[in-house]
């Protein structure tokens, strides 16, 4: 019985490992973070996710952690969709990472 989970328990690890890094953040965790609605480039600045950000997030908006970088080479921790719409957020560790992100795909939108 012990060899039978010795040998199941690198699997069951990596199973773990790979549910966690798909997992949803909780959104409160998105808290004073950065994002832009890049569906709405244009109208939409890197804004810190503050009450009000948060509160629309949690009701109308699904968080997934992003598993890729952003155009820029930054690090995006998180996106949300819309849960009806075409609206989504990409959410950076800081504003500088935000507005780079926005910068250059404003430029690559001309």
């Known amino acids: 019985m012990l060899a039978r989970i010795?040998?199941?328990?690198?699997?069951?690890?990596?199973?773990?490992?790979?549910?966690?890094?798909?997992?949803?953040?909780?959104?409160?965790?998105?808290?004073?973070?950065?994002?832009?609605?890049?569906?709405?480039?244009?109208?939409?600045?890197?804004?810190?996710?503050?009450?009000?950000?948060?509160?629309?997030?949690?009701?109308?908006?699904?968080?997934s952690v992003a598993t890729t970088r952003a155009g820029s080479g930054k690090p995006i921790l998180a996106r949300c969709s819309a849960k009806h719409g075409r609206s989504e957020y990409l959410v950076f560790e800081s504003a500088a990472d935000c507005n780079d992100e926005r910068e250059d795909q404003l430029a690559n939108a001309e």
Not at 32 to 48: G, L, M, N, T, V
């Open 6 to 63: 010795r040998r199941l328990l690198p699997a069951a690890l990596v199973l773990c490992l790979s549910a966690a890094l798909h997992a949803s953040p909780p959104t409160s965790a998105l808290a004073a973070k950065y994002a832009f609605d890049w569906s709405r480039i244009e109208k939409s600045p890197c804004q810190q996710i503050k009450a009000r950000l948060l509160r629309t997030l949690k009701a109308k908006y699904t968080c």
